[in-house]
């Protein structure tokens, strides 16, 4: 049984080292690609699906390459979806239309080409199949190779055959390593979904007021196996500094209703 257990953490660890590798590698190839100047044609925020809430840039640029001017349309070598509509109007006006930018080139296949790099946070996704893989190839090695170590008690009378086992140090460091990714990822979690959003909020309190005009205001739903969350979307305008902005952030923290409307 128990290696039958282990034969299969192996496995989806194996399988997840293996889909979580390519993405990363695919992550990290157009960090080689040959730099290139790029003239924008378009740049527009896109909403990603109807009441998604999430937002991408929809872009056309043109680039010489190999004696012939290239178009493309990819942003970054994966989708990059924006919950907050001020970071992404940020970029659709670093990219507007007319301008002069740079871009990243495959130099063998000039039709490929992006003009942001992924975060390289990507290159650790392959981390997270490491727990469920050296649990299982310990468990098989220990299973198939494994042999208790005993000694005989020392005690006056001892019965016959009395022994007891002695867990081996590696055990016990695995244990220690096994534990110690779901600490790290439980405390990046704290740190992410609280503790800086509380730090923000708290900041915000003594950022100077100004009004505003909201553009849109509607409720978006994400849907689970067992309820359904609604949050709030407030897209609104103002100016700072005779400058427009928009935004659709209404708090630091992500606004759940529970399962019902």
């Known amino acids: 049984?128990?290696?039958?257990?282990?034969?299969?953490?192996?496995?989806?660890?194996?399988?997840?080292?293996?889909?979580?590798?390519?993405?990363?590698?695919?992550?990290l190839e157009p960090y080689f690609w040959a730099r290139s100047q790029c003239r924008m044609i378009s740049s527009q925020v896109v909403e990603t699906s109807p009441s998604s809430g999430k937002f991408h840039l929809e872009v056309a640029y043109e680039f010489g390459q190999a004696g012939r001017t290239q178009i493309s349309h990819d942003f970054s070598r994966d989708s990059m979806d924006f919950s907050d509509y001020s970071e992404i109007s940020r970029l659709a006006e670093?990219?507007?239309?007319?301008?002069?930018?740079?871009?990243?080139?495959?130099?063998?296949?000039?039709?490929?080409?992006?003009?942001?790099?992924?975060?390289?946070?990507y290159l650790a996704l392959p981390l997270f199949s490491l727990p469920f893989l050296g649990f299982g190839l310990?468990?098989?090695?220990?299973?198939?190779?494994?042999?208790?170590?005993?000694?005989?008690?020392?005690?006056?009378?001892?019965?016959?055959g009395e022994a007891i086992s002695r867990p081996g140090n590696k055990?016990?460091?695995?244990?220690?390593?096994?534990?110690?990714?779901f600490i790290a990822v439980g405390a990046g979690l704290l740190y992410f979904l609280v503790?800086?959003?509380?730090?923000?909020?708290?900041?915000?309190?003594?950022?100077?007021?100004?009004?505003?005009?909201?553009l849109e205001s509607r409720v978006i739903s994400q849907e689970s196996d067992d309820s359904t969350s609604y949050y709030p979307f407030v897209l609104y305008s103002y100016y700072f500094a005779s400058k427009e902005y928009r935004s659709n952030r209404y708090s630091f923290f992500e606004q759940a209703e529970g399962s019902s409307y």
Not at 15 to 26: E, K, N, T, V
Not at 195 to 212: C, D, H, I, V
């Open 171 to 181: 055990g016990k460091i695995f244990l220690s390593l096994f534990l110690s990714v």
């Open 195 to 214: 503790l800086r959003p509380a730090y923000f909020n708290q900041k915000a309190r003594a950022w100077p007021s100004t009004e505003g005009t909201v």
């Open 1 to 27: 049984f128990m290696i039958g257990f282990c034969l299969i953490f192996t496995l989806v660890g194996g399988a997840l080292l293996f889909f979580l590798g390519r993405l990363s590698l695919q992550t």
């Open 94 to 121: 670093t990219y507007s239309a007319g301008k002069e930018v740079e871009c990243y080139v495959k130099e063998d296949n000039p039709g490929a080409a992006v003009l942001a790099h992924n975060s390289l946070w």
């Open 138 to 160: 310990f468990g098989l090695g220990f299973g198939v190779f494994g042999r208790p170590v005993t000694e005989s008690a020392s005690q006056s009378n001892p019965s016959p």
